[in-house]
């Protein structure tokens, strides 16, 4: 298994150093920095924990130790599942600064994705909590130990059972961080894969800090901001836009929210006065149905970044009326660009665009599908290249051919209109993937589950939207011959073969047959497209 690189030419590194994105910092020095300027204040509040910058740095410390102690050598990738716990931060710090490589795992992930992502990876540790939302993750951990050469250690926050316990994992703690160099691989991000599984982001200690100090000062953090993480610590937008490594950069507060229901987050808001929150598009018209109900003040909540997906100007236009706060729009990805409404924006650039990018040296094409620039204003393929955009995923040759041109932009997948003052609009997605609730779902995954069904001889999967979701998941099924196969078996089943919940369709709609298919030559993209226009666009589907 290779070791993760991040390499961009030595012209470009050049430039972005002498212009001050990269500025040889690593994460282990960070939490140095963090512990020198603010030891004493407060930097965590997760459940009963209350962690001040020291404490979160002789935490750290521990974890460090005790990675080290097992073995774990600088380089090392290991594989980390846990929800919004002080053992995130404290694992994640640790791993930085024992000089390892943490690999980020979705609580929401299960046997398939998990064992693939330790696999790929070439993770030597897996820690992961014993439950979180009903899941008991120990038989998974089992699993994972047993079929994935190479893991030799599962550390569990929780109750280990036979596993390594987090709260034993160390003793007295590292005194310096390891030494890495700033454009060696901090971690591996997840993205979708063409196939489903998800492929690995390399993201430097350089490339990755520079865009957590530009959306901090993008998002106006300060000492006295507090930042709700909501959403998933492991996905990028809470961790980086701005997020918890935003707010603890500037030397700010991050509240630690189990999950983001109104009832839970509100009190939180109130308790704990938090300023700013990211939210997907779903989760923040829920927030917005249920804050004229709530008893909890959140006259506090200052900023709410909403992103991972399309938010319609009519419900962007309630955030201020209903919560009370100014709605800054983040559009991004976890392979680089991100992109910010300015919290001085005019409404209407506020409400009706997804922002313009954090860096002056973000390049940003629109283009056709023959590869040519389209007029502003004038929908087209997104292009990008840049400071924190990487150059490539690990080990994906054939994605890297159809991800990356020669010269270095990478292909996003997204379709947008770029206005004046290089401001983007969103306007999908160009290729198979469904954006549901910002969880990007391969449709030939899903459609690989439903056709393993002995009931099933073929089916094809399209994305409908949703003003809820964005976009929800709808399985077009052509049963076998002598198939009674319904909708709430298949959901089951699909449910049963060890994905994450998200990927199991919405909605299933019976056909007799796929027309196109006879042609044999059509591509599933094709067919795709023809069964939303016969059965879809003519309101037929039920």
């Not at 716990?85 to 979705?106: H, N, Q």
């Not at 006065?273 to 927030?287: F, K, N, Q, S």
């Not at 997906?309 to 100014?326: D, H, M, N, Q, S």
């Not at 290729?431 to 779902?441: F, L, P």
Request: with cysteine; charged share 25%.
């Amino acid at each position: 298994m290779s070791t993760p690189r991040q390499i961009w030419p030595e012209a470009f590194e050049k430039r972005y150093v002498e212009k001050g994105y990269w500025q040889g910092e690593t994460f282990g020095q960070m939490l140095d920095r963090l512990d020198a300027n603010f030891g004493p204040r407060l930097a965590l509040v997760a459940g009963e924990s209350r962690w001040s910058y020291s404490e979160l740095a002789r935490r750290a410390r521990i974890a460090a130790e005790g990675f080290a102690g097992l073995g774990l050598e600088p380089g090392d990738r290991v594989l980390v599942q846990l929800p919004n716990r002080a053992e995130f931060l404290a694992t994640i710090f640790g791993l930085f600064y024992a000089g390892l490589v943490p690999v980020y795992a979705l609580p929401a992930h299960r046997e398939t994705e998990v064992l693939h992502l330790a696999s790929r990876s070439g993770a030597r540790a897996y820690v992961v909590a014993d439950r979180h939302d009903g899941f008991d993750y120990l038989p998974l951990a089992r699993k994972v130990l047993a079929e994935v050469d190479g893991v030799e250690h599962v550390i569990v926050a929780g109750e280990a059972a036979e596993f390594i316990g987090f709260d034993i994992l160390g003793d007295e703690g590292l005194t310096t961080p390891v030494p890495r160099n700033p454009r060696d691989v901090a971690f591996l991000q997840i993205s979708g894969g063409s196939t489903g599984l998800p492929k690995l982001i390399p993201r430097t200690h350089d490339d990755y800090l520079y865009s957590v100090r530009g959306s901090a000062e993008i998002c106006g953090l300060s000492e006295g901001s507090v930042y709700l993480c909501a959403l998933p610590a492991a996905h990028n937008f809470p961790m980086s836009s701005p997020g918890y490594l935003g707010a603890l950069h500037v030397g700010g507060t991050v509240v630690m929210s189990p999950n983001p229901q109104p009832e839970v987050a509100f009190r939180l808001i109130a308790e704990h006065g938090v300023t700013i929150t990211g939210l997907v598009p779903p989760l923040a018209l829920l927030w917005m149905q249920a804050a004229p109900r709530s008893k909890h003040d959140l006259s506090s909540l200052q900023v709410l970044g909403v992103g991972g997906a399309k938010f319609i100007p009519e419900a962007a236009a309630k955030v201020r009326p209903v919560l009370g706060c100014t709605l800054q729009q983040v559009f991004g990805m976890a392979e680089g660009l991100v992109n910010y409404t300015r919290l001085d924006d005019p409404e209407e650039i506020i409400t009706h665009t997804q922002g313009r990018p954090i860096s002056p040296d973000d390049e940003v094409l629109v283009l056709d599908d023959e590869g040519q620039p389209v007029p502003e204003g004038e929908p087209g393929n997104l292009y990008t290249r840049g400071p924190y955009t990487i150059r490539g995923y690990h080990e994906e040759p054939s994605a890297n051919a159809r991800s990356f041109t020669p010269d270095g932009f990478y292909r996003t997948g997204d379709v947008v209109r770029r206005l004046p003052g290089g401001y983007l609009e969103v306007r999908g997605r160009a290729g198979d993937h469904i954006n549901r609730a910002g969880e990007k779902i391969s449709a030939e995954e899903v459609e690989d589950h439903l056709i393993a069904h002995e009931g099933v001889f073929d089916a094809a999967v399209v994305a409908l939207p949703d003003k809820f979701l964005g976009e929800k998941t709808c399985a077009f099924v052509v049963r076998s011959e002598e198939g009674e196969v319904q909708p709430r078996d298949l959901k089951a089943f699909v449910r049963g073969r060890g994905i994450a919940e998200f990927k199991v369709p919405d909605q299933i709609v019976f056909v007799p047959e796929f027309e196109t298919t006879a042609v044999g030559k059509v591509s599933r993209k094709a067919l795709r497209a023809a069964l939303k226009e016969k059965y879809l666009e003519k309101g037929d589907a039920a």
